[in-house]
């Protein structure tokens, strides 16, 4: 139990400080909410009047503990320009965000298992193999974007440009998100794939003839799994930021859509509870993968402490 | 030929080119509302942008700017991480512990995120940019330099050292580093092609490097709306994009590409 007892622990902690360290940035900036709020020209009455309003007026510290207090019911605050409640502005988009998330996942995970398997088990394909995964993770999401749009909903005029009104507007977005993902799975599956297929067992296994799909399926892939898993992780990181831009290149209404706006407009604390929003998803995610790896690889007994690859 | 030679012969191409165009007469940031959104030309190699600008000056100078950019964040990050993981990982004790629960904390990040946090609260620009592309980037190099120079303190050559009265700064440079260089070489490689693709991408995001700078990211994203017009405007910025970060990956082979995803 202690294992699990401790990766949440350290989980909660992570947040924490993220909360806290966004909270005192976000004092720190030269700029002034009131004055965002209300413009440059308010009356000393209004300024005063709004700043006891939102608190301002109160110690730092007591604003960190209502902010924090705030932070454990849900409450991110309201936005400066709609006065709506943050987390109910971030749920509004969420949807988006998450089709695109799950969808560019799928697609990940179709391309890159095959492929990857493939190439671990034809030597042949290995160059051609590295050369595509390679070229996938070094074309920017937002060249890529466009070039697709051009293709595929320009010229050949197969799919719409951009927009999220139906299911067909998340097929390019997915695959352009799915791209980079995918090229680096690959690599990693091949690079665990091989790890594990030379070590000696595996040979024993070979040389008393059993079938090549049981020996792959059944004792190279289940064993190989553990750093496969710790990749798909990772890549929740890249999948969140790969979201903001690929949501700007489509026009998207997603999260990092208003991301963006919220920077441009200066509204801080959106800004603030969306950092907070997609780095605790961040987090939970690689906590979920940290706590699946007892139930993946029984080696793994609880309590034990594991070193990260 | 073997991926890291074509790796090299890939990234040295669009360097080159922008090398060449350099030489061209135009400027890069007068703007003649006269010869907007031209053709290329043989006046104009890459045509011309929304402003009458030279596109081929923009993308060549936004090139070397991309290039000087993580040239200065892999150097920071490099000597910060491998100073701090030698010494941590050397010393061990307290200040292991806290080094090490630090690189912990940053790592729980995705460091994209991080940037574009800091630039998006604090501005952008080119030195904005280098400071929050370097904030978390010198975690993976603490924690690769650490771990050899664990495992290195418990060697003989390095006792005996130690034994016969070598100052620590002396052990360091001639008995840890060799060992930890080479390593640190492959993933300055990588994370040099990440942090030319996190940079265009704040640029992109309009956050990065600030008009009227040429930058590769923030071309891609004025040409985004000329696609059919114009589809030179984003087509070479992205391709030199394209082929310096292929290059790089390249040259680093199959080694521990992860330092580009963080």
């Known amino acids: 139990m202690s294992y699990f007892l401790r990766r949440i622990l350290t989980g909660f902690f992570i947040l924490w400080t993220a909360a806290s360290l966004v909270f005192f940035l976000m004092r720190l900036l030269p700029s002034d909410p009131v004055e965002i709020i209300l413009g440059e020209n308010a009356r000393p009455s209004q300024v005063e009047t709004l700043r006891k309003e939102l608190g301002l007026d109160k110690p730092l510290w007591v604003q960190y503990w209502a902010f924090l207090r705030g932070l454990a019911r849900g409450d991110l605050g309201r936005s400066l320009i709609s006065g709506q409640k943050v987390s109910r502005i971030i749920l509004a988009h969420l949807p988006y965000t998450i089709k695109l998330a799950l969808l560019s996942i799928i697609i990940t995970l179709l391309i890159s298992f095959p492929l990857g398997l493939l190439s671990f088990l034809n030597p042949k394909l290995d160059l051609p193999v590295f050369l595509i995964s390679t070229s996938g993770l070094a074309v920017p999401n937002f060249w890529l974007g466009p070039l697709l749009i051009l293709l595929f909903s320009v010229k050949l005029k197969l799919l719409p440009v951009s927009g999220a009104d139906s299911p067909a507007h998340f097929i390019l977005p997915s695959i352009t998100l799915a791209t980079a993902l995918s090229a680096y799975l690959v690599k990693i599956i091949r690079k665990s794939l091989h790890e594990e297929g030379t070590k000696t067992y595996i040979m024993a296994l070979w040389a008393r003839g059993l079938p090549r799909k049981r020996v792959l399926l059944s004792h190279i892939l289940p064993n190989a799994l553990i750093p496969i898993i710790t990749v798909v992780g990772l890549e929740a990181g890249a999948l969140l930021t790969g979201t903001i831009i690929t949501e700007r290149v489509f026009s998207i209404p997603g999260i990092g859509t208003l991301l963006i706006r919220a920077i441009g407009e200066r509204d801080y604390p959106l800004v603030q509870g969306l950092v907070l929003f997609i780095s605790g998803v961040y987090v939970l995610v690689n906590l979920a993968v940290d706590l699946s790896y007892p139930l993946i690889d029984p080696r793994i007994r609880l309590g034990r402490r594991l070193e990260a690859k | ?262």
């Not at chain 2, 703007?31 to 907007?36: G, H, P, T």
């Not at chain 2, 490689?189 to 693709?197: C, E, H, K, N, Y």
């Not at chain 2, 114009?230 to 290059?247: E, Q, V």
């Not at chain 2, 790089?248 to 992860?258: D, G, H, T, Y």
Request: proline share 6%; with cysteine.
């Open chain 2, 1 to 262: 030929m073997r991926p890291n030679k074509l790796g090299l012969f890939l990234f040295l191409i669009p360097i080159v080119v922008s090398g060449l165009l350099l030489l061209l007469p135009q400027s890069s940031t007068a703007v003649n509302m006269k010869e907007r959104l031209l053709p290329p030309s043989w006046s104009h190699p890459m045509g011309t942008d929304l402003l009458g600008r030279d596109v081929a000056k923009r993308v060549a100078e936004g090139v070397f700017i991309s290039l000087a950019l993580s040239f200065m964040v892999v150097l920071i990050t490099t000597s910060v991480g491998t100073a701090l993981g030698i010494l941590s990982g050397f010393s061990g004790g307290v200040l292991d512990e806290a080094v090490m629960r630090a690189v912990d904390l940053l790592m729980a990040f995705p460091g994209f995120l991080l940037a574009l946090t800091f630039v998006a609260l604090l501005g952008g620009g080119f030195w904005n940019l280098i400071i929050a592309l370097s904030f978390s980037g010198w975690t993976s190099y603490c924690r690769l330099s650490r771990g050899i120079s664990v495992r290195l303190r418990e060697e003989d050559f390095v006792a005996s050292s130690l034994v016969l009265g070598a100052p620590y700064p002396w052990i360091f440079l001639h008995h840890i580093l060799p060992h930890v260089l080479p390593v640190i070489r492959v993933q300055a490689t990588v994370s040099m092609a990440g942090v030319i693709l996190a940079e265009s991408s704040l640029s992109f995001l309009g956050l990065g490097l600030q008009p009227p700078t040429p930058s590769l990211g923030g071309m891609i994203d004025e040409g985004r709306g000329f696609l059919l017009q114009a589809p030179w405007l984003s087509l070479f910025p992205g391709l030199f994009l394209f082929l310096l970060i292929m290059g790089l990956l390249m040259m680093a082979e199959e080694k521990n590409q992860e330092a580009f995803f963080s």
